[in-house]
């Protein structure tokens, strides 16, 4: 339900003023997702582990609760979406074949609490040295 407050902000009392619109954990997903869609993609340093068909585990070992999703949009182009509910935080990577190059370019958006792709990066950076180890609660026939 939206409201249009027709005084201004510091003239309400202190609960009206306090009080933010709450989502529930769905909710929230498709909030951030709906935000991620339209945010400013930029270049961004590539992350190899992301592709893993393990990587949702690979995130998940790291950062409990982390919602990780993977489309398609093109034959060389992969989505990635790696939502925090919890800390409303959100990425999105979009991971392209350059042909030219012969190599994979990364563009990525970020919302809500900074932070998150930083995250991922140093996350996915320990997970290679350390010998690219997938997690117990990937899918089972998953392997490195």
């Known amino acids: 339900m939206n409201t249009i407050l027709s005084s201004p902000h510091t003239s309400l009392p202190a609960?009206?003023?306090?009080?933010?619109?709450?989502?529930?954990?769905?909710?929230?997903?498709?909030?951030?997702?709906a935000e991620l869609q339209t945010a400013l993609l930029v270049p961004g340093v590539?992350?190899?582990?992301?592709?893993?068909?393990?990587?949702?585990?690979?995130?998940?070992?790291?950062?409990?609760?982390?919602?990780?999703?993977?489309?398609?949009?093109h034959r060389r182009l992969d989505e990635h979406l790696i939502?925090?509910?919890?800390?409303?935080?959100?990425?999105?990577?979009?991971?392209?074949?350059?042909?030219?190059?012969?190599?994979v370019r990364m563009h990525v958006a970020e919302c809500g609490a900074p932070g998150l792709w930083d995250w991922i990066v140093a996350h996915f950076a320990e997970w290679e040295t350390t010998g690219r180890p997938v997690p117990a609660t990937a899918a089972p026939g998953v392997s490195s």
Do not use: K, M
């Open 83 to 103: 939502l925090d509910a919890d800390a409303r935080s959100g990425v999105r990577v979009l991971a392209c074949w350059d042909e030219r190059a012969h190599r």
């Open 46 to 73: 590539v992350v190899p582990g992301i592709e893993h068909q393990a990587a949702a585990a690979i995130i998940n070992a790291g950062l409990p609760g982390a919602t990780y999703q993977r489309q398609t949009l």
């Open 15 to 33: 609960p009206v003023r306090t009080t933010t619109r709450t989502f529930s954990g769905e909710d929230r997903l498709a909030h951030l997702v």
